[in-house]
């Protein structure tokens, strides 16, 4: 059975080959199809979705999917490489390279600064390792054995030695030592006290009124501070009352989440939670009623809105941005997601995105629209270009792009049925290899095709052509010419 087939497609290439170059077109799809659109100057792909070559003014690509793929910007001096994405990546520019492994647990980047070079590698969670020509700006850590990290993890420093049994952090002139953290720690530096968790623990600190105190943790916890020129505080007795006041907005709870109530003296509204999360009461500059899972609708004074109608059957939402609206319906969690963009001034950001996963993918923004059907991972990934360009073409079986300027592509099974519309005219093909069927219609004139000419009809400026068999019938050749005489 294995050989009849390979017999077979070795039949349609021998006769598909003269057929296409009788035809005048190389594309013979999905071996091999060559096209041209707003994008790209050029785009070839090879064996449908597997190889594609891209070419522009500014940017290369090249693609092995999913196994490697590489993309150039020679004018942003920018460079991508994928193998096997994510199991290694490469970003480039013309100061920093940056390598990642798997995710980012493993990663190696290079910085060209004004002193030298500074390199970094992480093998997460164990090796942590940075060069720099910059004082105090290296480190080595070799996690859990031993660790001298500098500007790392929101810390100025972080030492370590068999990590848990000993750590010593330092942020701000704070200084922390852990001993089998996080059970036993002692501060220093700007501030001062002990921890021995869960049993007691107090912290204070001078420059900002720091107090910090817990005992018996959780059931009594306290907090206070001054926070960019307000007090702020909580307190906790848990789980029978907790109080807490900052920036203006004030919490008591009781038997929490039995009794909560908000409310906030600058937007002037209050809020009733009884129980958490289940119903809430919003009243005042703020105004939200939610009953969960049945029903939930709030709205602000800057006529922002959000709620649900039995969750998670339906959801919505509408945000006042900087420069446009985003509002956002959801129906079962992924299921049906819609996004409308709509610009509030003049050059603001203005679209709409829409996914019915998992049978299609529609954009829209101001310059270009396009529809995509199949969309697997589409809705999940919506931040991920490499994971788009390594694995989505395999899955697309229909795809849709229409352009400011009218024109338009549709594709189906990877180019083996096209449809184009520009100002000049249309095309529409059907070619699995060999050119079953062609049709343009185009301002130069028109035709039409069977098996690359077997059988068809063109018509142009400069007469009409029958083809059968392969063979044309050529007539009314001179028919310009013989208009042009009657004129004079």
Not at 292 to 297: D, G, I, M, Q, T
Request: net charge positive.
């Amino acid at each position: 059975m294995i050989h009849k087939t390979i017999c077979f497609v070795c039949f349609l290439l021998l006769i598909g080959i003269p057929v296409v170059c009788s035809a005048g077109d190389l594309n013979i799809p999905p071996i091999f199809y060559h096209d041209q659109d707003e994008a790209y100057k050029t785009e070839e792909n090879l064996l449908g979705p597997f190889i594609t070559i891209r070419k522009n003014d500014e940017r290369n690509e090249f693609g092995i999917r999913p196994f490697f793929y590489w993309l150039e910007n020679e004018k942003r001096d920018h460079r991508e490489m994928d193998i096997l994405y994510p199991l290694f990546g490469y970003w480039a520019d013309s100061d920093i390279k940056s390598y990642q492994f798997l995710l980012h647990l493993v990663k190696y980047e290079s910085n060209k600064l004004k002193g030298g070079t500074e390199r970094e590698f992480t093998l997460f969670p164990f090796i942590f390792y940075k060069s720099s020509p910059e004082k105090d700006n290296g480190y080595f850590g070799l996690f859990p054995l031993y660790g001298d990290l500098n500007n790392k993890f929101s810390k100025d420093t972080i030492q370590f030695i068999l990590f848990p049994l000993y750590m010593k952090t330092t942020s701000e002139g704070d200084k922390t030592t852990s001993i089998v953290w996080p059970f036993i720690s002692i501060y220093s530096g700007d501030q001062e006290g002990f921890r021995l968790w869960p049993i007691y623990g107090k912290r204070t600190k001078k420059k900002n009124n720091l107090e910090q105190t817990f005992i018996m943790w959780p059931f009594y916890v306290s907090n206070e501070k001054d926070f960019y020129g307000q007090h702020i505080y909580s307190r906790n007795f848990f789980p029978f009352y907790s109080e807490s006041e900052m920036f203006g907005i004030k919490h008591r709870s009781y038997f929490w989440p039995l009794y909560n109530k908000t409310e906030s003296i600058n937007n002037n509204f209050e809020r009733w939670d009884v129980p958490w999360p289940f119903i809430n009461i919003t009243r005042g500059k703020k105004y939200q009623t939610r009953v969960f899972p049945f029903y939930s609708r709030s709205e602000s004074a800057e006529e922002d809105t959000d709620g649900f109608i039995l969750w998670p059957l339906y959801k919505y939402s509408k945000l006042h941005l900087e420069d446009h609206i985003r509002s956002k319906k959801i129906f079962l969690f992924f299921i049906f997601k819609e996004e409308t963009y709509k610009p509030t001034i003049d050059g603001g950001k203005k679209g709409k995105r829409i996914d019915l996963w998992p049978l299609f993918t529609y954009t829209k923004n101001r310059n270009s629209s396009y529809l995509h059907v199949f969309t697997l991972f589409e809705p999940f990934i919506r931040s991920s270009d490499r994971l788009y360009r390594n694995y989505s073409p395999f899955w697309r079986i229909f795809e849709w792009r229409k352009y400011d300027d009218d024109s338009s592509k549709a594709s189906l099974l990877w180019d083996i049925i096209t449809l184009r519309n520009s100002e000049r005219g249309s095309k529409f093909s059907i070619k699995p290899v060999i050119p079953l069927v062609t049709y343009r219609n185009m301002d130069v004139g028109n035709s039409f095709k069977l098996l690359g000419g077997l059988i068809g009809y063109s018509s142009s400026d400069y007469g009409d052509t029958i083809r059968l068999f392969y063979y044309p019938f050529r007539f009314n050749k001179d028919k310009n010419r013989e208009e042009g005489s009657r004129k004079e």
